[in-house]
């Protein structure tokens, strides 16, 4: 890379996309690898599909850009990522039925994690699949991708003290729904 | 507030420091606030681990930098990478990626070099006069030509006026095809009617003795210009010599040519975007030596798209068809071949062979084109080239072939 790309704001990697310099694309795979990691996790856990999660992953970051060479002048780069993605997940749930897939119930051993831990994760994101779909989302943009309860609030047009409550809500779901698994974890520890 | 609330709000940092002290005393005598905690710890510590919602899958990565024509990120970029490769080849072809830098950096320093050096040394070369950029050649194949024909070229006097030679010159315009060039070394001497008359016979006798294929046809002979130049050194003709295109082309000094070209390709890329590489994109410098008349032996810098198109295992035994579009840096060895005998006129038709690796794996391309060189120092290329490069993703090997044309010039030292 030519210049520390790494050392520059949101903002100012987002007025270098704007531009036409070989800048911009530097500038853009500064920005996919800080705000990446957040987006896919948010579209893989709130869409529960592994398919239609990837798709829309890249069709947030392609979207994204071409937006903002449009001269978007959003100060929230993290935020308006996840307002695309939000948008691209909302339109895919509505042409889709919400189901839930009885194999993801099984879970099994991986080589590099550690067993329980792997279980426990997977038994998360089956339960995650079963929480309402707005409480999961707050959820998930809280344990996931990272985001303040303003951010939250910003991203899902809700007050803060919404934004809280859903991200509660949702943790008491899950646990609702592994409470079987969580207290054989609690006594084995 | 409930224990579910409060731990919840502890592990948030939302507790206030009050109700941070009261659950720590709480934490030593209450099982059920301990469970909470563990249990809540427990899937804070599982999501934290989630590597696979945290990770982009590799073949998204590269359809968005793809799709955008950006150069995909060092992890994604390139299909050997982790546990494929990695045949001796592709091992040097990654040592020699490495260095393109400094590769590249040295061979321009090199060529810069040269041609200063050429410039101090040789300034004639550079010069605007047509003269000049000719003369050394023609000289020294003259002083041949003037051994074996010109017994009494001592004795040859003066001749000719400065308008003469003008008007001579403006009556050969028409007839560039045939151009004679001979040179005569005079002294300042007043011109008279018998010393032009004396070389107008030696003229005369030089044509008769060249073979007849050098002859120049009675209709366009009294059209041929014969300048005469003065020098201070000598007074003796030394000679004349006809001189035909391709004898030019060939004359160059060192028998170094550079050569840029850039290049349209067509693959079938499935509408994939080639990636773009901003400074150089399917542009190739070569730097070529003359072996002799028909072969030129050199080497070839190229930045190119080519696409890629393979399948491997990703997570969880998930096979996955990649397709990229990647620029790739490729450095090959090449042999040319001019076969003398489809030279025509200015044309100069050749096959080129090459091999060599780039950044992905080993490559081979065939080039059949044409030189065109309306003067020595410089030629126009044009021609159609296919390559053909193996590559190795998770241990399986992968070919992939684009065919495309070539245009671009060439400068000869």
């Known amino acids: 890379m030519a210049n520390n790309f790494a050392a520059y704001s949101d903002i100012e990697l987002a007025e270098m996309l704007s531009s036409s310099t070989k800048d911009s694309e530097f500038a853009f795979r500064e920005l996919y690898d800080r705000y990446s990691a957040g987006v896919h996790a948010y579209c893989l856990r709130v869409l529960g599909d592994e398919d239609a999660a990837e798709d829309i992953f890249q069709e947030t970051f392609i979207k994204f850009y071409k937006n903002v060479q449009g001269n978007h002048e959003s100060k929230n780069i993290q935020g308006f990522l996840i307002t695309i993605a939000r948008n691209l997940c909302l339109n895919y749930k509505r042409d889709k039925k919400n189901t839930v897939e009885v194999d993801k119930l099984d879970f099994y051993m991986h080589d590099n994690q550690n067993y329980e831990q792997k279980e426990l994760l997977d038994l998360i994101n089956t339960a995650l699949e079963l929480v309402e779909y707005e409480y999961r989302e707050a959820f998930v943009l809280r344990e996931y991708s990272g985001f303040s309860y303003q951010d939250i609030a910003d991203a899902c047009e809700i007050t803060v003290a919404n934004a809280k409550s859903r ?10 729904i592994l409470q079987p698994y969580l207290k054989d974890l609690s006594k084995l520890r | 507030m409930e224990k579910d609330r409060i731990i919840h709000d502890f592990l948030d940092g939302s507790l206030s420091n009050e109700k941070e002290a009261e659950l720590f005393y709480s934490l030593s005598s209450d099982d059920e606030l301990r469970m909470e905690l563990k249990e809540q710890l427990a899937i804070k510590n599982a999501i934290k681990g989630d590597l696979k919602a945290k990770t982009p899958k590799v073949a998204s990565t590269m359809a968005i930098f793809s799709e955008l024509g950006f150069t995909p990120p060092p992890v994604a970029n390139i299909p050997n990478t982790g546990s494929a490769v990695t ?27 040269a041609v200063v050096m050429l410039m101090l040394l040789e300034p004639e070369i550079f010069s605007n ?33 400065e308008e003469d030679t003008k008007q001579e010159s403006v009556a050969t315009a028409d007839n560039k095809e045939t151009v004679v060039y001979k040179y005569i070394y005079i002294t300042k001497e007043k011109p008279e009617a018998k010393d032009v008359a004396q070389v107008e016979s030696i003229v005369k006798q030089l044509h008769q003795s060249e073979p007849a294929s050098r002859s120049l046809p009675s209709a366009i002979e009294s059209k041929v210009v014969f300048p005469i130049y003065q020098s201070p050194v000598s007074n003796t003709i030394v000679g004349a010599y006809r001189f035909d295109k391709t004898e030019e082309i060939s004359s160059s000094n060192y028998g170094i040519v550079i050569e840029f070209r850039s290049a349209k390709d067509w693959t079938n890329s499935n509408g994939l975007n080639p990636a773009s590489y901003q400074d150089w994109n399917n542009i190739s410098l070569g730097l070529f030596k003359s072996v002799n008349e028909e072969f030129m032996l050199g080497v070839e810098y190229r930045r190119e798209n080519f696409y890629l198109d393979f399948k491997g295992i990703e997570g969880e035994n998930d096979m996955y068809k990649y397709e990229v579009y990647p620029n790739l840096s490729s450095l090959t060895a090449a042999v040319r071949y001019s076969p003398d005998f489809m030279k025509f006129y200015d044309l100069s038709p050749f096959l080129q062979l090459s091999l060599g690796a780039n950044n992905a794996g080993p490559i081979g391309r065939f080039f059949v084109g044409t030189e065109y060189s309306p003067h020595q120092s410089y030629s126009l290329i044009f021609g159609i080239d296919g390559s053909a490069m193996r590559y190795n993703f998770q241990n399986v090997d992968y070919t992939s072939q684009k065919y495309g044309i070539q245009f671009g010039a060439s400068f000869k030292f």
């Open chain 1, 167 to 176: 991200v509660f809500r949702a943790k008491q779901k899950i646990k609702e």
């Open chain 2, 87 to 113: 045949s001796p080849l592709s091992k040097v072809a990654a040592v020699l990626s490495k260095y393109t830098g400094f590769i590249a950096t040295g061979i321009t320093a090199a060529l810069t070099t």
């Open chain 2, 129 to 161: 006069s047509d003269l000049a950029s000719v003369s050394k050649d023609k000289i020294t194949v003259s002083e041949q030509n003037d051994n074996q024909n010109n017994n009494n070229q001592n004795q040859i006097p003066v001749i000719s006026s």
